[in-house]
Every structure is written in structure tokens, then in C-alpha cells.
């Protein structure tokens, strides 16, 4: 891919960074084929993200690229570990023809030109006409000749160039849009951020069996939702404060109204200790997703700043960012906290309600983080059936989510 030659010392600087985060994803594990890592170390994320610093560019972080009027970001580059856990997911092919939803700033575009080469084909679909000739402009500028840019609705997909072998969102999506799955070829993949309930995501890769799609593979993610598109997944973020130091992600499988949670941190609050303890490097995501399946109102995300932890507002979280439940009914709002286990090295899980209603919901979220604890050795799988099919019943550890034209099986099963 051409560098700029106007400035040599720039861009040998960008080449050591790149290389750095390239090594980095590999260590950690988020590359696993030499084809990704190769395509990671080849194409130059800097030139794709013009407004943002070298180390910013490089560092394994989102880069907030579009904004809304009141500050909320509308898109992002994604974490490079992301990007690469995406395309490990895919298994892009030389030679394949791949549907990518969600332009962004073009560079996820360029790496998957880079995996399907000179004889395949890449079509990027976007929504946000500026999004995607900056994009667009970008993909031209680096010399990628092999991607495609349109501007269109992502949830219809792209008919007149179907079928395609490999179909990628970069998207988040609540329901997975028909015409996704309509437009693979026999024997192709789709991979998509699937919102699960609440503030639970996984991105999952589907592969038809007979008459449903199975999920081959899903990993942890978040991602900015469809947007201006017949598949939007709307969400609001909420100040429970007044001065913008914890905050409610609110979707829209969530029932849950302003004065339930304003000011609510405030009220007197009560502590569950579960005896739920994690060591180092475990991942609470598992649980987190239990939660979201098993309450009448999801988890959500409620990011906390520093300063109300330091005023004593609020215990601290979990290291990945606070999670936190609402009552259906009745004021109120728990949340995760955790304390050093008794005797041993790892984290024990409590749960914070405030309020009388976040109260009974904390002892709730307490016996359910029980509940998981003995099915924590077990995996999570995906089905994706259509709305019109017989599907297995719901019944402990298995779940049935209405999606619209399909129904989605989460399930916990021994490997």
C-alpha cells in the first residue's frame, strides 16, 4: 500500500507502530492465521484515520470518527482486537466476493481486500453518504482498487451483486436483517455483532445446517448500532446524576423510565455478596450475558466516571466497565461490585441496589449469579431459526429470543 513520500521519517515511524500492534494482536491471541496478521502488518490504519495522531492511530483503542449534536459518538473505527477477531471469525478467502456492511473509515474494507486479493471483490455498504466518501476518497488514495463503495441501507444488503461468500457486519444489529442471510452463497459465512438482550453482545459467525443457521463461532463485542436503516436498533444514554458522572445505557428491549433511576444513587443502599469469585484474567462476560437472559429488564452498561467513585457515590466496578439492572417496576437500580476473595487471589461479586425495589433486584441478581456459578463450565451456543420453524423449547439454560422473522437459541451446554 503507497505511503506518502513527502515525509519518510512520519511514515517509517508509522510502519514501527503498525508493526508494534500487529505483534501485539498476535501475542494476544486475536490473530490466529498468518493471512490476518499479515494484512494487519501490511495496510497503514494511519492513512484511513487523517484527523487522529500517529500513537493514537496504533493503539489498540476506538477512534471516535462522527459525532452527534450533544457529543454522542455515531461511529467509530473499531479496536484493532476487534477488527482482527472479526476477521478471524470470517475465514476470507483469495478469490471471494465479500459483502461488508458499515464502511466506517474504509480500513476494515482495505484489509479485507488485501485477504481476497486482486482476484477477488470487495462491496462496502453505508448508510452515511459523508461516512463513505471519506471512505471512498481514502480507499482510492491507498491504492485499493478491489473494494467497492455503496451508499445504501446496510439491513437490505446489496441484491445485484448477491450472492456473495462471505458477508460481514461492522454494525451492531438487535434482529438480524433477512436479506443478510438471504444473500450468502450455499456454503457461505456471516458474521454480525448480535445485541442479545440488554447490553449483552456477542459477535457471532452463522453457517446454514438444513433449515436454521448455526453459530460456529461468537465472541465478546460491542459495537455502535444500525443507524437510519430499517433494521435500527435505537438506544438512549441517560445522566442518573445531574452532572454526568454515571450514566444508563437504555435499548430498547428495556423498560425503563427517567424518574425510576434519577438521583437513585443517592438513597440508601444495601449490599449481596454472592461467594462468585474470578481470577485473574477471567472474563465476567459469561455472566453478564446470564443476567441479561434471565431478568424481565436486561443489564445495561453504566459508565462511571472517576470522580463519582472518588466522592464516594458509587463502589467501584468491574475492571471492564459497570453493569447495572433496573426494577420493572418501582424505583430503584443494582449494580456489580466486587471485593478480594476470602483466603484467595481473585475478585468475589456483589451486587449494590438502591432504593427499596433495587433492594429485592440485588438479591435477585445475587441468586442468579449463583445460578450461573454452576453452569460456568459450560459453553454458549447460537441457532438462528425462522419465525416459522419448530424450534427446541426454552427450558433451563436455553433461551428463546423472538427476532423479528427468526427466533435466536442461546444456549448453555457442556463442550
Known amino acids: 500500500m503507497p505511503e506518502n513520500p513527502a515525509a519518510p521519517a512520519q511514515h517509517a515511524s508509522a510502519a514501527q507502530l503498525r508493526t508494534a500492534l500487529a505483534d501485539q494482536l498476535r501475542d494476544g491471541g486475536h490473530t490466529r492465521t498468518p493471512a490476518v496478521e499479515e494484512a494487519l502488518h501490511t495496510v497503514a490504519r494511519h492513512l484511513f ?11 489498540n483503542d476506538t477512534v471516535a470518527i462522527k459525532h452527534a449534536a450533544d457529543g454522542t459518538a455515531l461511529s467509530c473505527a473499531s479496536q484493532p482486537s476487534i477488527v482482527a477477531l472479526q476477521l478471524e471469525q470470517l475465514e476470507a478467502r483469495p478469490a471471494q466476493r465479500i459483502l461488508e456492511l458499515g464502511a466506517g473509515t474504509g480500513y476494515n474494507a482495505a484489509l479485507l481486500g ?5 482476484r477477488g471483490q470487495v462491496i462496502t455498504v453505508d448508510v452515511d453518504d459523508e461516512l463513505l466518501a471519506g471512505a471512498r476518497a481514502r480507499l482510492a488514495e491507498t491504492g485499493v482498487a478491489n473494494v467497492e463503495t455503496i451508499l445504501g441501507d446496510g439491513a437490505l444488503g446489496h441484491p445485484p451483486g448477491a450472492p456473495y461468500d462471505r458477508i460481514i457486519a461492522t454494525v451492531g444489529a438487535h434482529h438480524l436483517p433477512v436479506a443478510w442471510l438471504e444473500q450468502l452463497a ?34 465478546m463485542c460491542t459495537f455502535m448500532p444500525l443507524r437510519n436503516s430499517i433494521g435500527d436498533d435505537p438506544r438512549r444514554r441517560l445522566d442518573i446524576t445531574g452532572h454526568n458522572t454515571v450514566h ?26 454472592t461467594g462468585v469469585e474470578f481470577g485473574t484474567g477471567q472474563s465476567f462476560e459469561p455472566m453478564w450475558m446470564w443476567l441479561a437472559l434471565s431478568l424481565d429488564n436486561p443489564v445495561s452498561r453504566m459508565p462511571v466516571q472517576r470522580r463519582a467513585v472518588e466522592e464516594g457515590l458509587v463502589a467501584p466496578g468491574l475492571r471492564w466497565g459497570d453493569m447495572a439492572g433496573v426494577p420493572t417496576s418501582g ?12 483466603g484467595a487471589p481473585g475478585r468475589e461479586v456483589g451486587v449494590i441496589g438502591h432504593a427499596q425495589a433495587g433492594h429485592a433486584l440485588a438479591e435477585e441478581m445475587a441468586a442468579l449469579i449463583q445460578q450461573w456459578q454452576r453452569r460456568r463450565d459450560q459453553e454458549i451456543t447460537f441457532a438462528l431459526y425462522p419465525a416459522t420453524a419448530q424450534v427446541p423449547a426454552a427450558a433451563p439454560g436455553r433461551f428463546v429470543l423472538e427476532r423479528g422473522a427468526h427466533r435466536l437459541i442461546v444456549s448453555w451446554a457442556t463442550p
Do not use: K
Open 49 to 59: 484515520l487523517p484527523d487522529t495522531g500517529l500513537e493514537d492511530a496504533y493503539a
Open 114 to 118: 488485501r485477504l481476497v486479493g486482486d
Open 186 to 219: 450455499p456454503g457461505g459465512r456471516l458474521v454480525a455483532p448480535v445485541r442479545i438482550a440488554g447490553d449483552a453482545h456477542r459477535s457471532i459467525a452463522f453457517e446454514a445446517e438444513g433449515e436454521h443457521w448455526r453459530g460456529v463461532d461468537s465472541r
Open 248 to 273: 444508563l445505557h437504555i435499548n430498547q428491549d428495556q423498560r425503563i423510565e427517567n424518574a425510576q433511576v434519577r438521583g437513585v444513587l443517592e438513597e440508601p443502599a444495601a449490599t449481596v455478596w
Open 331 to 342: 424505583r430503584g437500580l443494582a449494580y456489580m461490585t466486587t471485593r478480594p476473595a476470602p
